[in-house]
Each structure stands twice: as C-alpha cells, then as structure tokens.
C-alpha cells in the first residue's frame, strides 16, 4: 500500500504521486520514448515485475499516464506520459542541474541545443516580466 503524508504541504502530497522508489525513474524512462513495458523492463535493471507493474497501475490511477493497447493477443500495452506527466519535464531538469552542481560523478548536463553551453534555472515573474532570484521568492499559503 502506498504511503500516504497528510501533511497540508505541495511537497508532501506531490511525493504521495511520485515519491514512492523506481517512480520518478519509470516516468523518465516514459519521457525518453521508453513505452512499452518490456523496455522499460529492459532498460531499469533490477526493478522486479510486480513492482514495475504496481507502478504503472498506480501511475494510471494517479493520472500520470495512460495505456494503450497495441497487441491483443497476448495484451501488451504501450504507455504514455499525460499532459501532467510530461509537465514533470521541469523535475526532470531540476534534478540534472543539481546533480551538475553536487554529485561527485555526474553522467548528465544540460545544455543549449544551439551553442553547447551549460544551463542555469531562472525564475520569471509572469506578473511583472522580470527575472528574479531566489532571495526574492515567497511561498504563500493559498489560503492568503
């Protein structure tokens, strides 16, 4: 059974969807063109069946994905990210960039398709059009 936080938190509740070990792997793996189950199988060494299986069943259920099927007999279905699922991108992205700046080996960057040149997370207020930094960043209860 999945472990559920009540706490009132973004955070806490995001982790209920995709915070659960081999998820957050499984949905990049979905992002990378890896859809059908048995590549995704293939390329997560040492992820069990039934787990790799619970997962996308509760990706499903979370709305995160969907399946179609693409084999009848035997059933064999394709998966594909949902709107949300591939909104996951900036995670995705967020973590490299981290890993660039704290791993003691880093296997991935990010770069400009144009120039090769590396890249830095900016915030953009869509209010004013500025760019800001962290410092100027609040986070407010919705309730305010």
């Given at each position: 059974?999945?472990?559920?936080?009540?706490?009132?938190?973004?955070?806490?509740?995001?982790?209920?969807?995709?915070?659960?070990?081999?998820?957050?792997?499984?949905?990049?793996?979905?992002?990378?063109?890896?859809?059908t189950?048995?590549?995704?199988?293939?390329?997560?060494?040492?992820?069990?069946?039934?787990?790799?299986?619970g997962?996308?069943?509760?990706?499903?259920?979370?709305?995160?994905?969907?399946?179609?099927?693409?084999?009848?007999?035997?059933?064999?279905?394709?998966?594909?990210?949902?709107?949300?699922?591939?909104?996951?991108?900036?995670?995705?992205?967020?973590?490299?960039?981290?890993?660039?700046?704290?791993?003691?080996?880093?296997?991935?960057?990010?770069?400009h398709?144009?120039?090769k040149?590396g890249?830095?997370?900016?915030?953009?207020?869509?209010?004013?059009?500025?760019?800001?930094?962290?410092?100027?960043?609040?986070?407010?209860?919705?309730?305010?």
């Open positions: 059974m999945k472990k559920v936080y009540s706490l009132p938190c973004n955070i806490a509740q995001t982790l209920n969807l995709i915070g659960d070990r081999w998820t957050l792997l499984i949905l990049h793996r979905l992002m990378t063109g890896h859809c189950y048995k590549q995704l199988k293939d390329c997560l060494g040492g992820i069990p069946s039934n787990l790799l299986s997962r996308l069943k509760s990706l499903e259920a979370d709305g995160l994905i969907t399946s179609e099927l693409y084999q009848d007999h035997p059933p064999r279905y394709r998966y594909i990210l949902s709107k949300s699922g591939s909104e996951l991108n900036d995670v995705f992205n967020s973590l490299v960039l981290w890993g660039e700046k704290h791993l003691t080996t880093c296997y991935k960057r990010l770069t398709k144009g120039c040149s890249l830095e997370h900016r915030y953009y207020c869509k209010h004013c059009g500025k760019i800001i930094t962290s410092s100027e960043i609040t986070v407010c209860d919705t309730q305010e």
